[in-house]
């Protein structure tokens, strides 16, 4: 989808706001606090239903309001195309596409597709197993949303097994051993399902990976990706009857997909503990174009980048290096310390006290 205009309605810090955006590079200026991540929150919550700032709808919602509404007006495949989504601070909101409303907002997904890059990246390397699994998994909904359904089934079958984990206290009646069997196929489906896609999605992101360091390091280095799962080698099924004691023991689910981990190494040493800082961000970056490049070629279609205020925690040449290399994409940036060298965007839109409005780029 090529995003033309946005609207939002008592979203985060805006009470009403109209914004429209170029074909190419649309540059967000403004002082940091003054809305710019807002504004890529609100198009990267019509991809995703989500934020990707990881906080709860409800703090979407303008403070002090019962709903905000986020509108996007653009053309894919060559017909215009309108989301809106209704978001409350309790209760289901609802999504429209092209004033007709979705059965489920599931439906929604794949019709707006968008790769983030923010400073928050660096947790993709330095941080928990969790964001990256997140990574591996918000991959794979953006070239196949139909493993959304995956990935919320393995949630729901996760939360009902470990209740009946804590629920016997590590005892097992004939009742809990049946209700066990149920949940434990139920995880063994939808385990195996999401299991195999994130093993296929690392075998491609892992040439990607290698290359797209080397042109944002702006050096060659051997980069590699690994997906940890050691119940795949025998099944989750045998692994399950492996772990049986000590999750009744326990009272929680031990092995799984949401116990594997993403496994990024840098010239065959963990990045997580062993790269530089400054080593650290260029394997996120690369893992962010890497993740985009394999989108667009399942998709046929780019995502819309959205790199928020990335640039603040670069130093100059992995700047440059970034945009030099950024794949053809309708892209938004924002930035509190001006446009970084090298940046040609066709609109600028300033961003104060609530208000966006537009500027003359030569002046950025």
């Not at 330095?126 to 196949?144: C, F, H, I, M, N």
């Amino acid at each position: 989808m090529q995003l033309q205009r946005l609207w939002l309605r008592d979203f985060r810090s805006y009470a009403s706001a109209e914004l429209t955006f170029a074909p190419g590079l649309t540059a967000l200026l403004g002082a940091n606090g003054e809305g710019k991540t807002n504004v890529m929150e609100a198009i990267g919550y019509l991809a995703t239903l989500s934020s990707f700032r990881g906080v709860p709808n409800e703090a979407l919602v303008r403070r002090g309001c019962a709903t905000a509404v986020v509108r996007a007006e653009g053309e894919r495949d060559g017909r215009q195309l309108l989301i809106e989504a209704e978001i409350t601070t309790s209760g289901r909101g609802r999504v429209q596409v092209n004033k007709q409303r979705l059965a489920r907002a599931r439906d929604l997904l794949g019709a707006l597709r968008v790769s983030v890059f923010s400073p928050d990246d660096l947790e993709l390397v330095k941080g928990g197993p969790a964001e990256r699994r997140r990574y591996l998994d918000d991959t794979l909904v953006s070239r196949q949303p139909k493993l959304d359904a995956v990935r919320s089934d393995l949630d729901r079958v996760l939360r009902q097994r470990n209740a009946l984990l804590r629920q016997a206290g590590g005892r097992v009646t004939a009742e809990i051993d049946a209700t066990l069997a149920v949940w434990d196929a139920k995880l063994v489906e939808a385990g195996e399902a999401l299991g195999d896609a994130r093993a296929a999605l690392v075998d491609d992101l892992a040439p990607v990976l290698s290359a797209a360091y080397d042109q944002v390091a702006g050096r060659a280095a051997h980069v590699r990706l690994g997906y940890l799962a050691p119940w795949r080698e025998a099944g989750l099924a045998r692994a399950l009857e492996d772990v049986r004691a000590d999750e009744l023991r326990r009272g929680i689910s031990l092995v799984g997909p949401h116990r594997d981990e993403l496994v990024v190494t840098l010239d065959d040493m963990p990045a997580r503990t062993h790269a530089s800082q400054g080593e650290q961000r260029s394997v996120a970056l690369a893992l962010r174009l890497a993740a985009h490049r394999v989108v667009t070629e399942a998709t046929g279609s780019p995502p819309i980048l959205l790199l928020d205020d990335v640039f603040s925690e670069l130093d100059p040449d992995r700047s440059a290096a970034l945009l030099a290399h950024l794949p053809p994409s309708q892209t938004v940036l924002s930035s509190a310390a001006g446009l970084p060298q090298g940046a040609e965007p066709e609109l600028v839109l300033r961003v104060a006290g609530g208000t966006v409005a537009a500027a003359d780029p030569g002046l950025s």
